[in-house]
């Protein structure tokens, strides 16, 4: 009767040591879960920083665009001033064929 007992007992045991561990694994991932919660937490604002910036950079990129059109325009019209064709171009009869 005595083996049967011991039998027992160290199912018993072993059980507790099972739930033991198990109790210290949800313990361990409690703990590195709020650690890679907090990093993913930081990393989210860093996005919401960078995207931020991309966006400052994109407005800032098309107000040159802009700009460079301008100057082009500014351009063409001055070598119209320069060739007196445009809109200075005074009277004419017939216009850019004869003097």
Not at 9 to 38: C, H, P
């Amino acid at each position: 009767m005595l083996p049967e007992y011991v039998t027992l007992i160290g199912i018993i045991v072993q059980t507790i040591f099972w739930l033991a561990g198990g109790y210290a694994m949800v313990i361990r991932n409690d703990g590195s879960n709020k650690a890679i919660k907090e990093e993913i937490k930081g990393i989210q604002d860093e996005l919401k920083t960078l995207a931020a910036v991309v966006t400052a950079m994109a407005v800032q990129g098309e107000r040159l665009n802009n700009l460079s059109q301008r100057m082009n325009m500014i351009d063409v019209r001055m070598d119209d001033v320069v060739r007196k064709e445009g809109w200075v171009s005074g009277r004419r009869v017939v216009d850019g064929e004869y003097p």
